[in-house]
């Protein structure tokens, strides 16, 4: 069936370090990736997706791009800020599934000033 | 615009109870999901409604757990005997048309403790 295997945390950097939280899945069909993201104390937001290969997902200045050829969709960030810490989870969704997101583990980030 | 929400947000019963969570999703999305979080298992999926009714039910754990969706807008998710293992944090989603490419929207779940 379909998995998510995200790297196993927690990931702790000082601030303005770069970031990268690796992604990789399986899947029988062409899925849909996301990285969603839990600030301490709230619900899980979307951070950003890419929907086919080769797109590029963006958002406050994280990045993912979905590799195909090598199912993966990794996380990266320039320089991280003490905001940025969070629980992060890789997901996926595929219609021949059924479209119930699969999730990885979630990596914690811990960013120190 | 208005989010996803869900009541209760902590719910504590004894075990042996039924429960009943709730969940409004985005006005005008018509899929609707369920999932679990908890420490041990991480974010499993439950349930999804494609307006009220439920074309995939492959991540109900066990008879005990059931779910409706009414109006193609409220549902409930209810637990019937409760048991320990049963405490996680019920997260409601929803989204426009349950494309694989939607995004789905969180609510804040309800914490479920089973004494």
């Known amino acids: 069936g379909n998995s998510v295997t995200q790297m196993e945390g927690p990931v702790t950097l000082s601030e303005e370090a770069f970031l990268t939280i690796n992604c990789t899945y399986t899947a029988t069909g062409y899925p849909s990736l996301f990285w969603y993201v839990q600030y301490p104390g709230e619900g899980l937001q979307l951070l950003l997706k890419a929907t086919k290969a080769d797109d590029k997902g963006s958002n406050k200045g994280f990045e993912a791009t979905y590799r195909k050829e090598t199912t993966s969709f990794h996380l990266e960030k320039g320089s991280v800020q003490v905001s940025d810490s969070a629980v992060y989870f890789c997901a996926l969704s595929e219609w021949q599934a059924g479209t119930a997101l699969i999730f990885g583990k979630g990596t914690t980030l811990s960013v120190s000033s | 615009g208005a989010g996803v929400s869900q009541s209760p947000s902590n719910k504590v019963t004894e075990k042996g109870k039924d429960v009943e969570l709730r969940c409004d999703p985005i006005?005008?999305?018509?899929?609707l999901y369920w999932y679990r979080q908890s420490l041990g298992q991480g974010l499993e999926f439950l349930i999804y409604f494609q307006g009220n009714s439920a074309p995939d039910k492959s991540g109900l754990p066990s008879d005990r757990f059931s779910a409706e969706r009414t109006g193609g807008s409220v549902s409930t998710l209810t637990i019937q005997r409760t048991q320990q293992e049963d405490s996680a944090v019920y997260l409601c989603a929803s989204s426009l048309g349950g494309l694989s490419t939607d995004t789905q929207y969180f609510g804040p779940g309800t914490r479920l403790t089973v004494l």
């Open positions: 006005s005008g999305h018509t899929a």
